[in-house]
């Protein structure tokens, strides 16, 4: 399948596939900035592709979408927007957890609380606190991946889809 897209001249090809469960789907075999786990080896180069013309290309990596816990349709292009929108929101409490982590220590930094003390209570609750938003930060970015995927052609809007059998 061929993908023409506003703005470029540069097209694109992804594998198409008539399915009897899931209609017609999209692979992408052809990302060549795939990602490093944490360990830092390449993750699969397999990424679901979804295409629809006058949307920007999504790709979004296979093992997420075949792993799924959402309750729709994963090969719907609405499918590609709830993810990246969920990463946005990842993204936002990452920072925010961040920098409460950040006025925590700088609060508590070289300071004494004695055990007990109104002081040292809110102090432990403010710990509690943050260690229960990074659990929840934790689980949102496993039930993501933990890694935000972009093609080389993620940031164009889809001009023409011509599907060759």
Not at 79 to 86: A, G, H, V
Not at 127 to 138: P, R
């Amino acid at each position: 399948m061929g993908i023409t897209f506003f703005g470029t001249d540069d097209g694109h090809a992804v594998n198409a596939f008539e399915t009897t469960d899931k209609g017609l789907v999209y692979i992408d075999c052809t990302n060549g900035n795939a990602p490093e786990d944490r360990d830092g080896e390449i993750k699969s180069w397999d990424t679901v592709a979804y295409v629809e013309k006058g949307e920007k290309y999504g790709i979004i990596p296979i093992e997420i979408v075949a792993g799924s816990k959402f309750d729709y349709y994963p090969f719907g292009y609405d499918f590609y927007t709830d993810y990246e929108r969920k990463w946005r929101e990842y993204e936002a409490l990452l920072d925010a957890h961040n920098e409460a982590v950040d006025k925590y220590n700088r609060d508590i930094g070289g300071r004494v609380f004695t055990y007990g003390t109104p002081a040292a209570r809110r102090i432990a609750e403010r710990e509690q606190e943050l260690q229960a938003q990074g659990e929840t930060i934790t689980a949102l970015e496993t039930e993501l991946g933990g890694t935000w995927y972009e093609s080389e052609f993620s940031s164009y809007t889809i001009k023409e889809v011509l599907v060759h059998w």
